[in-house]
């Protein structure tokens, strides 16, 4: 093992302002994005990274592009009203039916559906939260159905690769 080289002090030290800035940022209004990307800037601008190193990197950027892409997706399905509206069609199907009934449905179709988003941090904030209050609303008790629906979340991850 030989000595430290002036890049691996200068790798450290930036590691250790982005602990700093991930911590205390919000005290700043600086939010974790905003603090890797002065991570990153700081990296090119002390000569750590080449753009070079950057560009060999192809699958870091094909997965940041679409998991991107599929984030803001499940976003604007909430933001344009198509997650709230199937909520209030299907919700009126599950009046008058037992809790156990309506936590088996909604289970079913939480897990079924996962096949129609391409990744599971898209399906996940696009339905969990439907799929609480479905559950929540037809007297399903909220600690049990929040546990429930983050297992079939973990085993989605199972099911498909």
């Known amino acids: 093992m030989g ?3 002036p890049n691996e002090i200068k790798m450290a030290l930036i590691f250790v302002g982005l602990l700093l800035l991930w911590i205390f ?3 700043f209004d600086l939010g974790a994005s905003l603090a890797a990307a002065i991570g990153v800037s700081l990296m090119f601008v002390l000569g750590v990274l080449t753009w070079q190193d950057a560009l060999e990197e192809k699958s870091a950027w094909d997965t940041m592009i679409w998991i991107g892409i599929l984030i803001m997706l499940a976003g604007k399905l909430n ?4 997650v709230s509206w199937f909520g209030k069609e299907f919700s009126a199907h599950l009046k008058g039916m037992p809790g156990l ?6 289970a079913a179709i939480y897990v079924y ?8 941090t898209a399906h996940i904030s696009a339905l969990l939260p439907l799929s609480l209050a479905l559950m929540i609303g037809a007297g399903v008790p909220a600690f049990p159905a929040a546990v429930g629906v983050g297992v079939l979340s973990n085993i989605n991850g199972c099911l498909t690769q």
């Open 101 to 106: 009934a309506v936590f088996m449905l909604v």
């Open 3 to 5: 000595p430290i080289s």
């Open 113 to 120: 559906v996962h096949y129609f988003f391409a990744s599971a």
């Open 79 to 82: 933001q344009y009203g198509m």
């Open 25 to 27: 940022g919000e005290q």
